[in-house]
C-alpha cells in the first residue's frame, strides 16, 4: 500500500468525526434553546414583532407630517423635507418588510 492511501484511510475517521458535530447543531437551529430557557426562534419572533409595531408607528407619524406638509406647501411646491419624510417612510416599510419574510420563511 503506498503512503497517500494508507494516509487517506486513516485520516477517514477523524474527517467524520469532525463533520458531526456541524450536522447535529445544522438539523435544527430554530430549536435552540436560550439560557432562560424559551426557544430562540420565539426570543426572535417577539423581538422582530415589537420592532416592526415601533416602525409602524414611526411610519403612520411621518405619513401625518408629510401629509400635512404637502397640504400646507400647495400644489406646485415641492420641499425637501417632504423628499426626506418619503424617503424614510420608504426605508422603515423596506425594513418591516425583510422582517416579515424573514420570519415567514421556512
Known amino acids: 500500500m503506498n503512503f497517500p492511501a494508507f494516509f487517506l484511510l486513516l485520516s477517514f475517521p477523524v474527517l467524520l468525526s469532525a463533520q458531526e458535530p456541524q450536522a447535529q447543531q445544522s438539523e435544527n437551529p430554530r430549536l435552540r434553546r436560550l439560557p432562560d430557557g424559551r ?4 426570543a426572535i419572533t417577539k423581538e422582530n414583532y415589537v420592532k416592526n409595531l415601533a416602525d409602524a408607528r414611526e411610519m403612520a407619524r411621518l405619513a401625518e407630517a408629510l401629509k400635512a406638509e404637502v397640504e400646507k406647501d400647495g400644489e406646485f411646491v415641492l420641499s425637501i423635507g417632504s423628499l426626506k419624510k418619503a424617503e ?7 425594513r418591516v418588510r425583510e422582517r416579515l419574510k424573514r420570519s415567514n420563511a421556512p
Not at 426557544?39 to 420565539?42: A, E, G, K, P, V
Not at 424614510?88 to 423596506?94: C, H, N, T
Open 39 to 42: 426557544l430562540q426562534r420565539d
Open 88 to 94: 424614510e417612510i420608504e426605508k422603515l416599510a423596506r
